[in-house]
């Protein structure tokens, strides 16, 4: 009887070792996607600031026609990217060479720098950034805790064993980062 207490024991402790890693694996997989989501969620936002604030710089700077296309060219393409975060990365950051483009046109046009429609946009942009930002490091974090997991020992092993493949990180700098003071005296 003792034997098959001790036989029970041995061969129940790395059974349940192996669930328990594995279930903290698939619990960080899904703070991982929950964060993602998140991310998703704010990078819409933005999406969705685009065409008013293209329509609003458009009013004052019409000859500047490459700029309008070229951010409603990246703005789609980014609305449509559904890969990984590392190739969703690479179109976020074109995207944010090019708001930051537009937004570089209003320092021309000082009527537009004025402008409270063009002001509250560009407000409500470094308000999204922010949140981009924030969204983003919360997933980061999320990333890094379930690759320390994935390459930790012996939860490797787990790992491996039922596939458990390495998430990328998500890295893209924020289009705007704060709204310049505009002084009217």
Request: charged share 25%; with cysteine; aromatic share 10%.
């Amino acid at each position: 009887m003792e034997a098959a207490i001790v036989f029970a024991v041995v061969a129940g402790v790395p059974v349940l070792f192996v669930i328990v890693q594995f279930n903290q694996l698939v619990g960080l997989r899904n703070y991982i996607r929950n964060a993602w989501s998140n991310i998703d969620t704010e990078l819409k936002r933005r999406y969705e600031l685009i065409p008013n604030l293209v329509k609003t710089v458009k009013a004052y700077a019409a000859h500047e026609r490459d700029v309008f296309e070229r951010v409603t060219e990246l703005r789609s393409q980014c609305l449509h990217s559904n890969g990984p975060p590392g190739n969703q990365a690479a179109d976020e950051t074109e995207l944010v060479r090019g708001l930051q483009r537009l937004l570089l046109l209003a320092e021309n046009y000082p009527a537009l720098k004025a402008d409270q429609n063009f002001l509250d946009l560009q407000q409500e942009l470094v308000d999204t950034e922010d949140r981009i930002q924030a969204a983003r490091r919360f997933y980061n974090g999320n990333v890094r805790d379930y690759l320390v997991k994935c390459e930790s020992f012996p939860s490797n092993l787990v790992a491996g064993l039922f596939g458990f493949k390495p998430e990328a990180f998500f890295s893209v700098e924020p289009s705007v980062k704060n709204v310049p003071n505009v002084d009217f005296d």
